[in-house]
């Protein structure tokens, strides 16, 4: 299970860290990560971290998002610096197989969080 927090409202420019908590699974492994889902437009890829601490990010992202985990706490994170009216969405967090042949597929990913809504003014 789940449970993305961490939304909100922030200006053009600003920073927020959305988190997911994960339970039935160690993060250590698994792979984590993070999609968003802008209305109107179909979920896409953000991030994904391994538990052996491989990253990747999308383009639109690269350089301003970080994802980051906490085995202790069985969380991840994902900080957003630099934040764009574009990045508004709906975030998802999502759990799946080390393994991947598509990290940025939605369907190499079994487990997913609620979702929380980040809102970027400009």
């Known amino acids: 299970q789940l449970q993305a927090s961490g939304g909100g409202?922030?200006?053009a420019?600003?920073?927020?860290?959305?988190s997911c908590a994960a339970s039935g699974r160690?993060?250590?492994s698994i792979a984590m990560?993070?999609?968003r889902q802008a209305p109107g437009n179909y979920r896409e890829f953000v991030?994904?971290?391994?538990?052996?601490?491989n990253t990747w990010y999308a383009d639109s992202v690269?350089?301003?998002?970080?994802?980051s985990g906490d085995s202790a706490k069985n969380m991840v994170y994902l900080q957003m610096n630099s934040l764009?009216?574009?990045?508004?969405a709906v975030y998802y967090c999502a759990a799946g197989s080390l393994y991947?042949?598509?990290?940025?597929?939605?369907?190499?990913?079994?487990?997913?969080?609620?979702?929380?809504l980040v809102t970027v003014s400009s």
């Not at 690269?62 to 994802?67: E, K, L, S």
């Not at 764009?84 to 508004?88: C, L, T």
């Open 33 to 35: 990560a993070w999609f």
């Open 100 to 116: 991947s042949s598509n990290v940025q597929s939605e369907s190499e990913y079994s487990s997913w969080g609620q979702g929380t």
């Open 9 to 11: 409202l922030v200006q």
């Open 26 to 28: 160690t993060i250590s």
């Open 13 to 18: 420019g600003g920073s927020l860290r959305l």
């Open 62 to 67: 690269q350089g301003r998002f970080t994802i």
């Open 84 to 88: 764009k009216p574009e990045d508004s």
């Open 47 to 53: 991030a994904r971290k391994n538990g052996g601490g």
